[in-house]
């Protein structure tokens, strides 16, 4: 059986990725920590891999019980696992933010000028003057040494226990919709109370993610579980694929967060 065929093509190389991940493990027995993964990739990787599988383990931790972003430990099914195997590292700085407005995307900004590559940061946290990363061991020295200033504010990182890490409690609202199909402009249509046209140009403008890769399709066909987002509009999930109403209209359950 084509393993392929339960993925979208842009998925393959990960597909592959995975695989390799799965054999290395099998012929030397040893552990392999992967970078952060977003929930989709993390998904992945548990389909091929599998919870059920008698050889492997899988362990994830991104930092905290909320944590979007996830290293995972591939482990043989004997191996003692312990939370130094996850090598992850949590940083904090403080700032101004009486005088000074700090957004998520200035403190990515600021880590990508860096040359910092995004798969070695977990979650970001930012607000009530309180910046907080989960981030790959390796790179810690490297941050706090070259990070000193985000936007117009001048910040200091310093290393604190995992323990400090501000749980994000986030509140997903879930309804029920009924869709001409499952295509992502006819979606966005429904979720976001915009015209087709509307939905159409936001796709063109580059300002639709799809499991946090920018979609530039119309026609680009949704799945059970895919993760939106629409620029200034906030994130939503498809969660469930219901069947076909009596007008042949597609019936989804899709959740907003709030």
């Known amino acids: 059986m084509d393993i392929y065929q339960h993925f979208r093509k842009e998925e393959q190389p990960f597909i592959d990725q995975v695989l390799s991940w799965k054999e290395q493990v099998e012929l030397t027995f040893q552990v392999k920590l992967t970078d952060f993964l977003d929930p989709r990739e993390q998904q992945i990787v548990e389909m091929l891999i599998g919870s059920n599988n008698e050889e492997l383990k899988l362990y994830k931790n991104g930092g905290g019980t909320e944590a979007e972003r996830k290293r995972i430990v591939i482990a043989p099914f004997y191996e003692e696992m312990s939370d130094h195997l996850f090598q992850l590292t949590l940083l904090e700085a403080t700032y101004q933010h009486k005088f000074i407005t700090l957004e998520h995307r200035d403190v990515m900004g600021a880590f990508m000028s860096l040359g910092v590559k995004r798969k070695k940061l977990g ?114 999930k498809l969660t469930e694929i219901k069947g076909l109403s009596k007008k042949d209209k597609v019936r989804i359950t899709i959740a907003i967060l709030k």
Not at 154 to 163: C, D, I, M, R
Request: aromatic share 8%; charged share 30%.
């Open 123 to 236: 979650d970001i946290v930012v607000g009530d003057g309180i910046i907080q990363i989960v981030l790959a061991e390796e790179i810690a020295s490297y941050i706090t040494m070259n990070l000193t200033s985000i936007k117009n504010a001048n910040v200091t990182f310093e290393e604190k226990p995992l323990a400090y890490l501000k749980q994000e409690n986030e509140k997903w609202v879930e309804s029920e919709k009924t869709v001409s199909s499952l295509r992502l402009d006819a979606v966005l249509k429904e979720i976001y109370h915009v015209s087709r046209k509307d939905a159409a140009s936001f796709i063109q403008k580059l300002q639709v993610k799809v499991n946090y890769k920018v979609v530039e399709d119309s026609k680009f066909q949704l799945q059970e579980g895919d993760l939106i987002s629409l620029r200034g509009k906030g994130r939503s």
